[in-house]
């Protein structure tokens, strides 16, 4: 993991989310199936016709380690994008994590797998493998577009998108979020008035 992606992965998707405007989140319905899984990574897209999982298992193949599979499969709910035969296989090849505007089945097993999974949630039919399907173009996966290569970032809040030309700059930006946040906490922990002036200066506003 190089140095940029870690750093990443050690800041939450809120300030990341609050340096970009919150224009790059991904449908809050994408949540991991566990609240301490976190990730960063670049992103391997994904785009399946719903229904067909063929491409996610390319993808395995096409994978570095440390690689953030993206799948868009139009936000389909009744079949599965994989179980947990796929995710293990993930796993063994050091896949990074998968996010899927949908859902997987084999609920239960996947979580004691303790990988990172991103979804909508889980469901009972798995997907047919008819052979079509793409990796690495540009894609949407729960409302954003998602290049090859973008920046990923997953936390129990959910997925942000960072594009991997402003990677850098946005660092900067959220890293300087977070230290005005310590900065705002520190001024108000334990002073009932001046809580009050800042509640009124913000009420105020309009």
Same mark, same amino acid.
């Given at each position: 993991?190089?140095?940029?992606?870690?750093?990443?992965?050690?800041?939450?998707?809120?300030?990341?989310? @609050?340096?970009?405007? %919150?224009?790059?989140?991904? #449908?809050?319905?994408?949540?991991?199936?566990? %609240?301490?899984?976190?990730? /960063?990574?670049?992103?391997?897209?994904?785009? &399946?016709? &719903? %229904? #067909?999982?063929?491409?996610?298992?390319?993808?395995?193949?096409?994978?570095?380690?440390?690689?953030?599979?993206?799948?868009?499969?139009?936000?389909?709910?009744?079949? /599965?994008?994989?179980? @947990?035969?796929? &995710?293990?296989?993930?796993?063994?090849?050091?896949?990074?994590?998968?996010?899927? @505007?949908?859902? *997987?089945? @084999?609920?239960?097993?996947?979580?004691?797998?303790?990988?990172? &999974?991103?979804?909508?949630?889980?469901?009972?039919?798995?997907?047919?493998?008819?052979?079509?399907?793409?990796?690495?173009?540009?894609?949407?996966? %729960?409302?954003?577009?998602?290049?090859?290569?973008? *920046?990923?970032?997953? #936390? /129990? #809040?959910?997925?942000?998108?960072?594009?991997?030309?402003?990677?850098?700059? *946005?660092?900067?930006?959220?890293?300087?979020?977070?230290?005005?946040?310590?900065?705002?906490?520190?001024?108000?922990?334990?002073?009932?008035?001046? *809580?009050?002036?800042?509640?009124?200066?913000?009420?105020?506003?309009?």
């Amino acid at each position: 993991m190089n140095a940029l992606i870690q750093q990443f992965r050690d800041l939450p998707t809120t300030a990341i989310s @609050d340096a970009m405007g %919150g224009m790059s989140n991904l #449908d809050s319905a994408i949540k991991p199936l566990d %609240g301490d899984y976190r990730f /960063a990574g670049r992103a391997l897209t994904v785009q &399946v016709p &719903v %229904g #067909d999982n063929s491409a996610v298992l390319k993808a395995i193949g096409e994978a570095n380690p440390g690689d953030i599979i993206v799948v868009d499969c139009k936000g389909d709910t009744y079949r /599965a994008i994989a179980g @947990d035969f796929v &995710v293990g296989m993930m796993q063994t090849m050091e896949i990074g994590a998968l996010v899927v @505007d949908g859902v *997987i089945r @084999d609920l239960n097993a996947i979580k004691d797998l303790k990988f990172p &999974v991103f979804c909508k949630g889980s469901t009972i039919a798995s997907s047919g493998k008819a052979g079509v399907g793409e990796t690495n173009v540009p894609i949407s996966c %729960g409302g954003v577009a998602v290049f090859p290569g973008d *920046i990923i970032v997953g #936390d /129990a #809040d959910g997925v942000v998108v960072i594009p991997q030309a402003r990677g850098e700059e *946005i660092l900067v930006h959220a890293k300087d979020k977070i230290k005005k946040d310590e900065e705002r906490a520190e001024k108000y922990a334990g002073k009932p008035a001046e *809580i009050r002036k800042y509640i009124a200066l913000m009420t105020n506003k309009a």
